[in-house]
């Protein structure tokens, strides 16, 4: 390869391939300049190990004459016999280069290489990526080029290797950055936070439902159970409840003990309230069905569950709310004050799904009128509805 175009591409890389719009993208532009320039490339492939409770990494194959593929791989791959034999496994745990020409007899400890050889590919080598962290990614390189890779290639190769890094190291981050929002203060509010909605005071009203739910029994369970019991419990609980949240358009706020508080905005882009608070409605159902299922064993006992959720719909004031530079981004105001007060009445009455006169109003249900309950802060009683064809289940 001439030296002036190979720079050309480093340049680029360094400069963060502005002309492309994203990775995929990013990846195939590289990969085709490098084969225009002579790197007699046929299937190459970037794995970023990433951070994030589910996923171990995520993989981008480019191959001749076709799309970027776009993966992603979990945690029980680390178990699996095909990584314990894979040489991505010695690149990401020792941080070497392997090199797997096909006619080379010791390729064949490695069966992905076996798959290689199939589709007629003659040299293979798997290279680390080292991010500023110190962390280690690899690349993968392949050819069917007579003889496979020349001495020349393989130094194309090594010259790539950091600034494709770098280039990866900052589209890694960001995307870290996105998921680890996402987890713990969720999407919505993520995306504000990174379109730098950050300063204390920024805050928007909204319109939104208003989900706040909690554990029946959580107290005494905590008792007697042993800690790390109590925390599986409380995930398996929280599944229940999250999978059907965010089906229906909610996004969890925030976790408080056994306690879940969760929105679901109501905007032109999802719908009025009506449709939003139906949503909302089903959500809860389901949720309700989940745990009614979950059984967890403890010993010789097996350990039911119970909850309780109040659902409202009204205005809340949405952002950043803290003290110096702690902040949290949540939401607060009356809707939410009445809203937590209805989840302790759902307890006194020994219902699952309570809703608030301004819910039932907008969600067409067949509710039951449970009277007016005097709330504290609130200046008139509140009328509490309650679904038509649930049994109270009043707990000891």
């Keep these: 390869m001439e030296n002036p175009e190979l720079q050309r591409i480093i340049n680029w890389l360094i400069d963060g391939a502005r002309s492309s719009r994203g990775p995929a993208e990013m ?24 951070l994030h409770p589910e996923i171990y990494g995520r993989n981008f194959i480019w191959r001749q004459g076709e799309e970027v593929e776009v993966g992603t791989v979990d945690f029980e791959i680390l178990a699996t016999p095909e990584f314990a034999r894979s040489p991505l496994r010695i690149v990401f745990e020792d941080g ?24 007629g590919v003659t040299d293979y080598i798997a290279t680390p990526m080292r991010f500023l962290d110190s962390s ?23 010259s790539i290797v950091a600034p494709l890094a770098r280039v990866s190291e900052i589209v890694t981050l960001r995307r870290t950055a996105a998921t680890l929002l996402d987890t713990y203060v969720g999407n919505r509010a993520g995306e504000r936070i990174l379109g730098g909605q950050i300063r ?9 439902a208003i989900w ?13 159970l042993p800690a790390e019991t109590v925390v599986d419990i409380l995930n398996r609980y929280f599944d229940c409840q999250v999978t059907a949240i965010r089906a229906h358009g909610g996004e969890v706020l925030k976790f408080m003990g056994d306690g879940l508080l969760a ?15 139906t949503r909302v409605l089903e959500a809860a159902r389901e949720a309700r069905a ?19 959720v109040a659902l409202h719909v009204g205005n809340i004031l949405y952002g950043n709310i803290g003290g110096g530079n702690r902040l949290d981004f949540t939401c607060i105001g009356p809707a939410v004050n009445l809203a937590a007060r209805m989840e302790k009445i759902a307890g006194r009455l020994g ?35 309650g679904i038509a064809e649930e049994t109270p289940v009043v707990m000891a």
Excluded at 267 to 273: F, I, L, Q
Aim: proline residues 4%; hydrophobic residues 40%; aromatic residues 10%.
């Design 27 to 50: 990846i195939a532009d590289a990969c085709e300049q490098l084969v225009a320039a002579g790197l007699p490339l046929w299937r190459f492939g970037v794995f970023i190990r990433t």
């Design 96 to 119: 070497l280069e392997v090199r797997g020409r096909i006619d080379d007899i010791d390729t064949r400890r490695f069966p992905f290489l076996e798959d290689m050889r199939a589709e």
């Design 136 to 158: 280690i990614h690899a690349i993968s390189w392949t050819t069917r080029h007579p003889g496979g890779f020349s001495d020349d290639d393989i130094a194309t190769i090594r």
């Design 200 to 208: 204390r005071g920024h805050n928007d009203t909204m319109q939104a």
């Design 212 to 224: 706040l739910s909690d554990l029946r029994g959580f107290t005494a369970l905590s008792d007697r």
């Design 263 to 277: 929105v679901f905005p109501i905007d032109e882009y999802v719908g009025d309230a009506t449709h939003v608070c």
């Design 290 to 308: 989940s745990v009614d299922a979950l059984a967890h064993p403890v010993g010789d006992v097996i350990e039911r569950f119970r909850f309780g």
């Design 351 to 385: 219902r699952t799904v309570v809703a608030s006169e301004a819910f039932a109003d907008v969600c067409q249900h067949d509710w039951r009128d449970l009277g007016d309950f005097p709330i504290a802060g609130f200046s008139k009683a509140q009328r509490v509805y």
